[in-house]
């Protein structure tokens, strides 16, 4: 089973797509692709929502047997800024393609997928593995989050 784990971002998205099948699960972008860097001239949030959003679609087309897709929602405090309400935008769009597309999906925050900001890192290493490129606390998110879907079917 496909898992996509996805964390919004607002200048550099991620996503990991995870092979739930066996009992060892397997990052299947370890090097490949796991960034979704806007183009330059991609600057206002309709446009930033509407090419992630085809974006998508060209993931979905690349990977038919995607089963499920979680996505590692932002926390919001009180003191939100313009860059959560973009990321916020980035999530919309991935659940309104999963609803268009008949695709489950599900959104997560830290305390449901069983770790921590400050754990994230650790947890994806162990859990499943790490990119050999551009590795940070966002892709660890996105690789969590489908690790908790391959493992709550």
């Keep these: 089973m496909k898992i996509l784990g996805f964390r919004?971002?607002?200048?550099?998205p991620r996503?990991?797509?995870?092979?739930?099948?066996t009992t060892a699960m397997i990052l299947l972008n370890v090097s490949e692709e796991s960034r979704l860097c806007f183009p330059a001239d991609?600057?206002?949030?309709?446009?930033?929502?509407?090419w992630l959003y085809?974006?998508?679609?060209?993931i979905f087309h690349a990977h038919p047997d995607i089963?499920?897709?979680?996505?590692?929602?932002g926390e919001f405090t009180q003191g939100d800024n313009g860059a959560k309400r973009t990321a916020s935008y980035q999530e919309a769009a991935l659940l309104?393609?999963?609803g268009l597309h008949n695709k489950p999906v599900v959104t997560?925050?830290?305390?449901?997928?069983?770790?921590?900001?400050?754990q994230v890192r650790d947890h994806a290493i162990q859990r499943v593995g790490q990119t050999t490129r551009y590795w940070n606390s966002k892709m660890a998110d996105a690789i969590i989050a489908?690790?908790?879907?391959?493992k709550n079917p």
Excluded: N
């Design 108 to 118: 997560k925050i830290y305390a449901s997928l069983g770790t921590t900001s400050a």
């Design 8 to 12: 919004s971002d607002p200048t550099t």
């Design 96 to 98: 309104l393609y999963c």
């Design 42 to 50: 991609c600057t206002e949030d309709a446009a930033k929502v509407t």
């Design 54 to 58: 085809r974006e998508f679609e060209r």
């Design 67 to 73: 089963a499920r897709v979680v996505i590692k929602k």
């Design 15 to 21: 996503y990991a797509l995870v092979d739930g099948a």
């Design 146 to 150: 489908a690790w908790w879907g391959a």
